[in-house]
């Protein structure tokens, strides 16, 4: 096991253990691919959700935010594409009986090239100190060249072979690769099938009379039907943008890596409609604006890059992904695509209602075209707790685990703790929450030594702690503790406020990313 792999184990257990990431219906064996979110990682889910809401809508003016419905008229889904072409290349081990996505299996064969091209750089970096130079050592380096040609090789192979849905080519490739089952070990493999992803289901009172629907495999489309009613009611001009945050459903045939793939899954996305001709300005400038939010977030620069398609969707002229350096390599977090108007178009003819924007200033009619954002929220709570996760040696030999997890995110802000359960130290530190909770997300403790509550609270990632001694009720001082540096200092009552929002409020944040 790698050390990255043993991050990832310790950090799902720890999920589990701290009341973050719970199974779903674990006392029944549980559900594959479908979990809940604990106490804990609700709070830090909706404090992700509400930064986001408040950046993209409540910061821009030409962005208004809705709450479409999972279902919708089936006709929906056949105009978008999905009920005839929303599936995944799968092939099986006959060895294992285990199933896997024919492109990923590609995706981490070209991974593994790419740990030993880092694994080089490392070394070089080790040998020649403040000398290295990365990039020419990876444009120089004969092994490295190499190595990044059968990338590229591969990589413009599997490219083709998906855009021309070509199969059998597929199966070829993982066969030249010598890309082994992680189960049996063996190439025994299946012809590569395509399954598709939708959820199907019934509504109606009896079977004879019920009608097909389908849970939505995206948010996007419950926004394209809802364009006009949005464009009508807030009498926006191009460009502006519809945002909305909500569920979707795939049928996922081989989910994997704890939250990062599931069965259902929660979207962050917004659709901007920009007049044609415009939509590769537009593109550049939602790909800069998206980047710099997530390195707001204080996760490492370092940790993020753009991952341009080369093999576009059929409805879409240009594409990205914002990718994250994940325990298990850098995957896909947040993406960004050119729609053009595909999906407006589709819905007009579908549904033969007209769906132009008529231009004022230019005194023409026509139908937008769409620039996406789309972050998958469950992908970004995952990464928030990965890169969070840290255990550090004390001077006393012992270890802590902390989350250090973004102060404005944190799922508790502040922990009042009395350092005793007597003398009227409980009264005091409830009479101080009292105050704190209408302004923060807070909890109370007291049972256990101070040690063992201060490393309670570290585990769940919260920024401050507040403890009550018996000086508090002679003087209205407390001790501040500060869970990245385990720094405790003597602060009065009435300055507590000042001190927890200036390092817990994403207001100096925003600011940041507007500078």
Same mark, same amino acid.
């Given at each position: ?12 257990a720890h999920c589990k253990e701290y009341g973050f990431v719970f199974q779903s219906s674990e006392i029944y064996d549980g559900l594959a691919a479908t979990y809940d979110y604990g106490p804990f990682g609700s709070e830090l889910k909706n404090n992700i959700k509400d930064y986001w809401w408040k950046s993209m809508v409540n910061l821009n003016d030409n962005i208004v935010g809705i709450d479409s419905a999972i279902f919708m008229h089936p006709s929906v889904w056949k105009a978008s594409g999905h009920v005839d072409a929303f ?147 807030? #009498? ?13 459903? #795939? ?27 415009? @939509? ?11 980047? &710099? ?38 995957? @896909? ?10 999906? %407006?178009?589709?819905?007009? !003819? ?10 004022? !200033? ?35 030999? @012992? ?17 009042? %703790?009395? &350092?005793?359960?007597?003398?009227? %130290? ?46 508090? &009720? ?8 500060? #869970? ?11 300055? %507590? ?19």
């Amino acid at each position: 096991m790698t050390n990255n792999e043993d991050i990832f184990k310790k950090v799902t257990a720890h999920c589990k253990e701290y009341g973050f990431v719970f199974q779903s219906s674990e006392i029944y064996d549980g559900l594959a691919a479908t979990y809940d979110y604990g106490p804990f990682g609700s709070e830090l889910k909706n404090n992700i959700k509400d930064y986001w809401w408040k950046s993209m809508v409540n910061l821009n003016d030409n962005i208004v935010g809705i709450d479409s419905a999972i279902f919708m008229h089936p006709s929906v889904w056949k105009a978008s594409g999905h009920v005839d072409a929303f599936n995944d290349p799968l092939i099986d081990n006959k060895d294992s009986k285990k199933r896997y996505r024919a492109d990923n299996l590609i995706e981490d064969y070209i991974q593994k090239i790419n740990s030993k091209i880092e694994k080089d750089c490392i070394k070089a970096e080790k040998k020649y100190g403040d000398n290295f130079n990365r990039q020419e050592f990876l444009s120089t380096n004969k092994r490295i060249i190499e190595r990044q040609k059968k990338i590229d090789k591969i990589e413009n192979k599997i490219t083709l072979f998906l855009k021309e849905n070509d199969l059998p080519s597929i199966k070829n490739l993982i066969e030249e690769l010598d890309i082994k089952c992680p189960i049996s070990g063996t190439c025994n493999w299946t012809d590569v099938r395509q399954f598709n992803l939708m959820f199907k289901t019934e509504v109606g009172a009896n079977q004879d009379t019920s009608s097909d629907l389908f849970l939505r495999p995206e948010t996007a489309q419950g926004i394209f039907v809802n364009y006009l009613n949005v464009q009508k009611t807030t #009498r926006l001009k191009l460009p502006f943008g519809v945002a909305q945050i909500g569920k979707a459903f #795939r049928n996922e045939i081989i989910a994997r890596q704890f939250i990062f793939r599931m069965r259902e899954f929660e979207q962050m996305e917004m659709q901007f409609f920009v007049k044609p001709g415009k @939509e590769m300005i537009w593109y550049d400038y939602w790909k800069k604006s998206r980047m &710099l939010w997530h390195k707001s977030l204080g996760m490492g620069e370092e940790n993020y890059r753009f991952h341009d398609h080369e093999n576009l969707a059929h409805y879409a002229n240009a594409a990205t992904d914002i990718e994250f350096n994940f325990p298990f390599g850098f995957k @896909e977090l947040e993406g960004i695509h050119s729609r053009t108007n595909f999906d %407006l178009k589709a819905h007009q !003819e579908k549904s033969g209602r007209k769906i132009n924007f008529f231009d004022a !200033e230019e005194q023409e009619s026509y139908v937008p075209y769409v620039i996406e954002t789309s972050i998958g929220l469950d992908r970004l709570f995952l990464a928030v707790l990965c890169h969070s996760y840290k255990e550090e040696k004390l001077d006393n030999n @012992e270890t802590r685990v902390v989350l250090k997890i973004p102060a404005f995110l944190a799922p508790i802000k502040v922990a009042v %703790l009395p &350092l005793t359960k007597k003398d009227g %130290l409980p009264e005091k530190a409830k009479e101080i929450l009292g105050e704190l909770k209408l302004l923060y997300n807070c909890k109370y403790e007291e049972k256990d030594s101070i040690g063992k509550r201060y490393r309670r609270q570290d585990a769940i990632g919260t920024p401050f702690c507040v403890t009550i001694d018996h000086q508090t &009720l002679n003087d209205n001082s407390i001790t501040l503790r500060d #869970r990245d540096s385990m720094e405790q200092k003597r602060i009065q009552i009435e300055d %507590l406020n000042l001190i927890i929002s200036k390092k817990t409020s994403y207001i100096n944040v925003v600011k940041a990313i507007e500078e």
